[in-house]
């Protein structure tokens, strides 16, 4: 495959970067993701460092070297990070659960594959138009698609940082079923957090990527979003990747031998995409401790 990336954090006017990122790749496949820990919970950095590591180790097990059915891979993964988060909290004892928002991205055969929980988001950008943008899960998305307040108002609303949904919550998430689409020479497909995409506009988000290198113009935003900020800066997270090969035939791709495919034996829950077994969440678990420990207060 052919593409560029580029990707920055920035830990804004926090105390700490409660952001994560994390990109890895097979010859035939990527994954992307951006996570961004709750600030108003406790340990919302190991929220999303969990669940970063858990897309990845499944990633690394199960791409060989691509996968069979990538949305039920990012349904399932992000049930497993849910689950490993709920665990994590129980072991420490914690009075609240630690928690955190989640897009993620896979490409491969040419298409991208991707779905979210909460209010980072992932933009698809073609010849300076914005093909297909997440929608938030948030108490102020619910009301622009009701038609109760404009878009414009979202910034400014009080009601702004309500979550309806996250990883590591009381209640199950419940992703939106991945979405998909061909990608095309040149497109861009960038994933944020809300401290990256809330400042700016999309006006000047296109500009940028239209204008300028990818590099160039990730390090330009991730700058304008900080300055707008001020000193109300959040954590300010991105990862972009540019598509370099020509779009994808519409016929669907040349099935994927599963037998290739080292399959991990996954245990039921309460939901179907909930599978992951108890061994494989300790074990991630256990291999996040030692760092999640020097990162946290104590």
Known sequence: MKYALAQDSRIGARRMNQ?????????????????????????????????????????????RPKLAEP???????????????????????????????LVACLVQDGHAHWTH????????IREGRILHRTRDHTVVQQLIDEGRIREEAMSSHPERNRLIQC????????????????LARNDVVLLCSDGFWGPITQRQLVHSLLS??????????????????GAECDNVSVL?????????????????????????????????????SDEDIE???????????????P
């Open 240 to 276: 972009a990747m540019a598509w370099a090969e020509e779009e994808a035939a519409a016929a669907p791709a040349a099935a994927f031998n599963p037998a290739a495919t080292q399959v991990q034996d996954f245990t039921a829950t309460d939901l179907d995409y909930l599978r992951m």
């Open 117 to 124: 929980v909460g209010d980072s988001r992932l933009y698809l």
């Open 19 to 63: 952001d994560r990122v994390g990109s890895w790749s097979t010859p035939e496949c990527l994954l992307m993701a951006v996570a961004d820990g709750l600030g108003g919970h406790l340990y919302g950095e190991v929220a999303a460092q969990i669940a970063i590591e858990l897309l990845g180790a499944a990633f690394e097990r199960e791409a």
């Open 167 to 182: 990883l590591g919550g009381y209640t199950t998430p419940r992703p939106d079923p991945a979405a998909s689409a061909r």
């Open 212 to 229: 300028r290198e990818l590099d160039e113009a990730i390090a330009e935003l991730v700058m304008l979003a900080e300055k707008r900020a």
């Open 71 to 101: 949305g039920e891979f990012l349904a399932r993964t992000m049930g497993a990070a849910h689950a490993a988060i709920l665990r994590e909290a129980q072991q420490r004892d914690l009075q609240d659960t630690p928690r955190t928002v």
């Open 283 to 297: 074990k991630a678990i256990a291999e996040l401790k030692a760092a999640l420990r020097k990162s946290t207060p």
